[in-house]
Each structure stands twice: as C-alpha cells, then as structure tokens.
C-alpha cells in the first residue's frame, strides 16, 4: 500500500475509509486519490445517476441530513465537480445541484474504475 495517499478526515466515515484503505485500497483510494469524500461521492453518483435534484430532495433520496449534505455540496462546488443554482425565497434546501462536466467525467471515470 503507498504511504502517500492524502490523510482521511477524523469523521467516523472518514477513520472507516482510512481502515478500508488498509485492507483493500480499490473504492476508498479511487475516491481519496480524486480527492473526494465517500460521503460526497455518494452524493456525486446519485446526481450523475438521478441528474439535477434540489438539495432537500437529494438529503432525503440518499439518507444524509440536509446540513451535511449541503456541506458536502459545497465542497463539491469548490472542486468545480457540482454546480448549485441559488435558493428561492423558499429556503437554502430548494437550491438545484448539478453536476458540472468535470464532476460527470470523475463520477464515471470512478465508475469505470470499480467495474
């Protein structure tokens, strides 16, 4: 196993990958290697699956509160892989999330990877 693969966070996701990564480094290495997050590549994959969904509608398809999936959102946006159009006057959960082409390519080259 390298030894330079990027440190995981201290999360219980995070320390759960870290001990993957020891064991069998396909899945878990494919994400940390992309610099993503499990969690955020669950998220990444449904909308690459599901195509753009609002963030409240995306936290119940996939079982993740609506905060952390809007943190994980953000990240994704900062790496240019989600695109999050702006909240209504409804509230910061209506915002519509798309993948940008780049987040496509790394989902389905991920994908690709794992098959």
């Known amino acids: 196993m390298s030894t330079d693969l990027p440190k995981t966070d201290a999360s219980i996701a995070g320390q759960s990958a870290e001990h ?19 969690r955020d590549f669950i998220l990444l994959s ?12 995306l ?3 996939v079982g993740i509160d609506p905060k952390m999936t809007l943190r994980s ?13 702006p909240a209504t006057k409804d509230g910061k959960y209506d ?3 798309r993948l940008t082409m780049r987040g496509e ?7 690709s990877q794992l098959g």
């Open 20 to 38: 993957y990564i020891a064991m069998d480094d396909s899945l878990a290495a494919l994400l940390l290697n992309h610099g993503i997050k499990v």
């Open 73 to 85: 959102l953000r990240r994704l946006c900062s790496a240019n892989l989600v695109l999050r159009d």
């Open 105 to 111: 390519e790394i989902a389905q080259k991920i994908i």
């Open 59 to 61: 936290s119940r398809a």
């Open 95 to 97: 915002a519509i999330a």
């Open 46 to 57: 449904f909308l690459s699956d599901q195509g753009p969904l609002s963030v409240a509608r």
